[in-house]
């Protein structure tokens, strides 16, 4: 048998566990199973963002709290502020130290309005993802049961469906069966279509002397959609 037939009853076959393939991936157990494993694998990098922006935080309370004692430590110097004057000190030179103190406070006061709003906002945002986190943990641990329960009831079907692909894939070429089966990993399907009016499915023309390669049935790739094209 021409290789073209060959490879046209494997396809015809392989159509079979596609559709299986398919019924499976639309599955809302799949579904599930994929939405929950995708939000576990990034679980662990939002949380450890969100320890960063703890320690963030820290540091930065750490640092505001240094400030705050060292303002406090200097404001404690013009405690004695009238005496400092009856002594002769230089009243414009304390009043413009007391002004730089003053808006240092009302800078900090605004650090801390917004450290304290960024913190409100961060414990709002670890209770909604370790609340979404749990969930998913039951989520996934659900659905992957269910998921393989959808594969195991489909599994005799499968295996039937891969012994005659195998019985008939010895009757091909194993360099053409491999070339097939590389291409249906990437998802192309039709894997072989027939060549209409010197042209492909996908629209992709073919010269004449690649047509008069088809002949005796052999098959060649389409340099557009790598499918194997056949003549009828």
Do not use: W
Request: aromatic share 8%; proline share 2%.
């Amino acid at each position: 048998m021409p290789v073209s037939q060959e490879l046209l009853e494997y396809q015809k076959v392989d159509a079979e566990l596609r559709k299986i393939e398919q019924e499976i991936a639309a599955s809302e157990e799949r579904k599930k199973y994929i939405q929950a494993k995708k939000f576990m694998e990034t679980a662990g990098e939002k949380l450890e963002a969100q320890d960063k922006r703890a320690r963030d935080f820290k540091a930065l309370f750490e640092k505001l709290s240094e400030e705050f004692e060292e303002l406090n430590r200097m404001i404690s110097e013009y405690s004695d502020l009238d005496e400092m004057v009856e002594s002769g000190g230089d009243i414009a030179f304390y009043k413009k130290n007391v002004q730089s103190l003053a808006d240092r406070l009302r800078a900090m006061k605004g650090e801390l309005a917004k450290l304290s709003s960024d913190i409100e906002a961060a414990c709002e945002e670890y209770k909604r993802m370790k609340k979404q986190t749990i969930s998913m943990q039951k989520q996934y641990k659900e659905y992957s049961e269910k998921f393989k329960e959808i594969k195991n009831s489909r599994a005799e079907e499968v295996g039937a469906i891969s012994a005659r692909l195998e019985q008939i894939g010895a009757k091909i070429p194993p360099e053409i069966l491999a070339r097939y089966k590389a291409k249906r990993r990437d998802r192309i399907f039709p894997v072989v279509a027939p060549l209409t009016n010197g042209r492909c499915i996908c629209g992709m023309d073919f010269a004449i002397a690649q047509q008069g390669a088809l002949s005796g049935g052999n098959v060649i790739e389409c340099e557009h959609c790598h499918r194997f094209i056949y003549k009828e």
